[in-house]
């Protein structure tokens, strides 16, 4: 599928805004200060998300699937299903210690309860790419790679 220019648009303001909560943290980034990096106006912001929290959303779901998908294609790619594993803990170790990782979780944890932001980033992001590793593995057990572990 060919990316539109709103979609490399879309990206760079997910960037850019990820850049701005990694470094000033959520509450002290304003729709306008990621605006003013970008050398945009806020309403362009708005067009492609109603809120900061929305741009947020798509902050944690874009860190969170990028480096998913990037282990899950890595680990696939690997023929050595030892090999793999490793490559895999090792990947996944990476995402999770990096300084943006650190600072989008914290981010999470911050909210207030009753935003449900915590709640929805761990059923819409954080169990989908853990359900596509199980899946992975799902599928090397059955073609015989893996085994089940027994109770």
């Not at 990028?66 to 890595?74: K, Y």
């Not at 199980?134 to 073609?143: H, I, K, P, R, V």
């Amino acid at each position: 599928m060919a990316r539109t220019r709103s979609d490399s648009k879309r990206s760079e303001i997910i960037r850019v805004a990820a850049e701005a909560f990694a470094e000033l943290g959520y509450e002290r980034t304003s729709m306008l200060t990621i605006a003013e990096r970008m050398r945009g106006s806020k309403q362009t912001l708005y067009n492609y998300f109603p809120s900061k929290e929305d741009l947020l959303r798509a902050v944690l779901d874009f860190d969170v699937s990028e480096v998913s998908s990037r282990a899950l294609e890595e680990f696939l790619r690997e023929d050595d299903v030892r090999k793999a594993l490793v490559q895999l803990g090792r990947l996944f170790l990476e995402g999770q210690l990096a300084p943006h990782a650190i600072s989008n979780f914290r981010i999470v944890a911050c909210q207030p309860p009753d935003s449900g932001l915590g709640e929805e980033f761990y059923k819409s992001v954080l169990r989908v790419a853990w359900q596509r590793a199980a899946d992975a593995f799902q599928s090397l057990m059955a073609e015989g790679k893996l085994r089940q572990a027994r109770s």
